[in-house]
């Protein structure tokens, strides 16, 4: 596989790129392997890299019922930062910022990781309170969030509207200069690249259709659209599809499956210099190396696995950004979708095993889910290699739910749940 530097780039672009070989190969499955990905994502991919890289596990398929990486990690708007509440969450999610500074570099590929920094706007009394107390709470912990006035957050983004005459006036704001974006595909493809060459097979078109279990109530292995195929340990890692996969092994999981919608503009040149996010009017925003604005809003008020989502949504989200930003009122927008986020009671992740032995699941992300790619992938690949969890995964549990030890983080996924 060619191991990607300056001198290989400039001499492919002699020949305008036209010889680039495969970057992961296209295997038929094995009748068995030690271990079983479900799910060819960001988060199905690094378990599968870290497997095989820090744990010498290679013996390992990914499985993806159409093409790799083209659910929510193609379909998400790229965020990257770790100023959650609480200790459990800053663990998590600050163990992954810490992965993604050097990420291309591990990788040979790069992810277009963009340390811009995220802005999160507050728009009232009660914004502010919460927003101070993230950024205490951060700062107690050791993550890097600080507060900024109204004319500190213009001077950071000189297209944010500060005017006091509008529906919710920006009262300052928590900014993470750490954070900012990363390109999607290119995590997707970094990781399959990089797990492929370790010798991890990645099967696309290869949909799970049953998880066999054994006398003892063990997996044995998984039913798919290509047959039978063996495994001494299956996770799981479907998003917004987990719950229908876990019932497969007859594990009831505590989720809820939203529409997740975005869109984007027109590309354009360079006008916006960092992330802001408001929870209150549900929206954020960031441009991409492309120039395209890309939008989000919040999930659906109803449970559905379709992939379109209410118009009212999208509606009130471009209101938003129109009074945040007037500069963009005549931008028109190119194209919006919607992703199936699971949510679980406490808008905090399950990275665990299960009751079922040999079973493990990762989900339950939400709308946080793609910045956590490298550190979800390599605290569950720890998580199935020995049978117990990371450091930092420890306390996101299924058994949570039984005990009421909750990891409430709805304020902090900055959208609206």
Not at 141 to 156: I, M, R, S, Y
Request: charged share 20%.
């Amino acid at each position: 596989m060619t191991r990607f530097s300056f001198w290989d780039l400039a001499l492919k672009a002699l020949n305008a790129h036209q010889d680039w070989g495969r970057q992961w190969r296209q295997p038929d499955p094995k009748p068995a392997y030690d271990v079983v990905i479900i799910g060819a994502g960001g988060h199905g991919l690094a378990t599968a890299y870290y497997l095989a890289s820090q744990h010498g596990i290679t013996n390992v398929a990914v499985l993806e019922k159409g093409w790799l990486g083209g659910g929510n990690t193609g379909r998400n708007t790229t965020i990257v930062r770790s100023n959650y509440l609480w200790e459990e969450s800053e663990g998590l999610y600050d163990h992954a910022m810490d992965l993604w500074q050097g990420l291309s570099q591990e990788l040979n590929y790069n992810v277009m990781y963009s340390k811009r920094g995220v802005l999160m706007l507050a728009h009232t009394i009660h914004d502010v309170q919460v927003f101070k107390r993230h950024v205490h709470a951060n700062r107690l912990a050791g993550v890097q969030n600080e507060w900024l006035t109204p004319e500190e957050a213009k001077e950071f983004c000189p297209p944010l509207n500060i005017s006091g005459n509008v529906r919710y006036p920006v009262l300052g704001g928590a900014l993470q200069r750490r954070g900012g974006v990363a390109r999607h595909d290119a995590v997707a493809w970094g990781y399959a690249r990089g797990a492929d060459r370790l010798g991890v097979d990645i099967i696309q078109n290869c949909a799970v259709t049953g998880i066999r279990r054994g006398a003892d109530g063990a997996v044995t292995g998984v039913e798919t659209s290509r047959g039978f195929i063996g495994a001494k340990k299956v996770g799981v890692v479907a998003a917004g599809h987990s719950t229908v996969v876990m019932d497969m092994a007859g594990v009831r999981m505590p989720l809820e499956s939203y529409p997740l919608q975005a869109l984007v503009s027109e590309p354009v040149k360079p006008v916006f210099p960092c992330v802001v996010m408001s929870n209150t009017m549900h929206a954020y925003i960031s441009q991409s190396d492309k120039g395209e604005l890309v939008i989000g809003a919040g999930t659906d008020q109803y449970v559905s696995y379709s992939q379109t989502g209410g118009l009212q949504i999208t509606t009130h989200t471009v209101d938003a950004i129109c009074e945040l930003f007037p500069q963009f009122r005549r931008m028109r927008m190119l194209r919006n979708w919607g992703g199936i986020v699971d949510v679980t009671p406490d808008r905090s992740p399950i990275l665990a095993k299960t009751p079922v032995p040999g079973l493990y699941v990762n989900c339950g992300w939400g709308t946080g889910g793609f910045k956590a790619t490298p550190g979800s992938g390599h605290a569950f690949a720890h998580t199935i290699a020995h049978d117990e969890p990371h450091r930092v995964n420890a306390p996101f549990t299924l058994d949570r739910f039984r005990t009421g030890r909750l990891i409430d983080e709805a304020a902090a996924a900055a959208v609206a749940h």
